[in-house]
């Protein structure tokens, strides 16, 4: 049995929730026993995670007194891998894993990068990417590339899939989910929505960042589009595939992703998508057009969106084959499956 130790910054705020909780839910028990490590509000935690594996220091993360706690906790636990989705750049966790003598392997999701990310890459036993370009960004160096696997991130496609649309409104909708901040750049959607029919809407899933909202409640505002936009706040995960049910199609207008989930969830649901040129991970899934297009400027989003209007065929050509790339290679069993033969290969060393 190999005792594997999730560790995430808390279940509250944290966006990597998810995909913990869908590996901690498929691992199987007849090898694995998985436990799961918070930072902060040990108070909050899935049903689904067990009482006994629910875990947390009470020494204060950051300090060098978390590192010797921890370190305690691992070996109490008998701890055989510790695998980190946490996004920060400290070495903390890795340092606790060499002194306890407990691989540490972390899984590279943004595309933030450092000395201090160099050192925590130095100080892991193996790093887990799931965007394709990070390879040659990132881990080129001689001392780390022998220790990456690449591991997209994948969805339960009997939850995430197509719903029957409600054809019965004469709006195109206009669809996007993620937080409501800079970052996502809505505004850039906002601008090209001037420039759309009267009959386009847009509906926002997200939690808001109250100063950005502010700033786009008055471009709505300046420019009359206020019956047009609707902000709906934050959707629960399971939720998600009821809601794009209503999007004639997704929009990602972020300046800088990862490997977008929401791109990959939109894809599941038979939903095309439209994204930004955010960082490599919207082109490696939307590569030869499957499933959606990929913009560069307001123009070209504009003009895509007329496109998509226009033809009910691309609509449905996209959503067809974005659906099928969805289940073919981004499964969560695949995901599951690679994870699980990294632990083992790590337990064994």
């Known amino acids: 049995m190999i005792n594997v130790l999730y560790t995430i910054p808390n279940f509250k705020t944290a966006g990597s929730q998810f995909v913990l909780l869908a590996l901690y839910k498929r691992l ?36 060098w007194s978390y590192v010797g706690a ?6 109490a636990k008998k701890i055989d891998v510790v695998h980190s ?6 070495s903390i966790e890795a340092l606790a894993c060499h002194r306890a003598g407990v691989p540490y392997v972390y ?7 450092s000395k201090r990310w160099f050192v925590k890459s130095l100080l892991s036993s193996h790093i887990v990417y799931n965007n394709p370009e990070m390879n040659e960004r990132f881990f080129s160096h001689t001392l780390l590339k022998r220790k990456v696997t690449f591991i997209p991130h994948g969805l339960d496609t009997s939850v995430f899939k197509p719903l029957e649309q409600n054809d019965s409104t004469s709006h195109f909708t206009i669809g996007c989910i993620g937080v409501i901040g800079d970052n ?11 420039k759309l029919p009267e009959a386009t809407r847009v509906q926002f899933y997200g939690k808001e960042d109250a100063t950005y909202k502010a700033k786009l409640v ?3 505002e300046k420019h009359q589009l206020t019956n047009r936009v609707t902000f709906n706040g934050f959707v629960a995960n399971q939720d998600i595939p009821k809601v794009m049910a209503n999007f004639d199609v997704l929009v990602l207008a972020s300046k800088n992703e990862g490997l977008p ?21 919207a082109r490696f899934l939307l590569k030869n057009d499957a499933g959606g297009f990929i913009f560069t400027s307001e123009s070209e989003l504009v003009s895509q969106l007329l496109q998509l209007m226009e033809d009910r065929s691309v609509r449905a050509t996209l959503a067809a084959k974005g659906r099928e790339r969805i289940e ?6 695949k995901e599951v499956n690679a994870y699980s033969e990294l632990y083992q290969q790590l337990a064994k060393k």
């Open 28 to 63: 199987d028990r007849s090898l694995f026993h998985p436990f799961v490590l918070v930072e902060k509000f040990p108070d909050i935690f899935p049903d689904e995670i067990e009482p006994d594996a629910r875990q947390h220091v009470s020494e204060e993360v950051g300090k």
């Open 70 to 75: 921890f370190a305690r906790l691992l070996k």
């Open 85 to 90: 989705w946490d996004y920060k750049s400290n």
């Open 107 to 113: 899984t590279k999701k943004n595309n933030a990068w």
């Open 184 to 194: 996502k750049n809505q505004l850039l959607l906002l601008k090209a929505l001037r």
């Open 218 to 220: 008055a471009f709505i």
């Open 261 to 281: 989930l929401s791109i990959m969830e939109g894809m599941a649901c038979g939903v095309p998508v439209l994204s930004s040129n955010s960082g490599g991970g």
């Open 328 to 333: 073919e290679n981004f499964s969560i069993t």
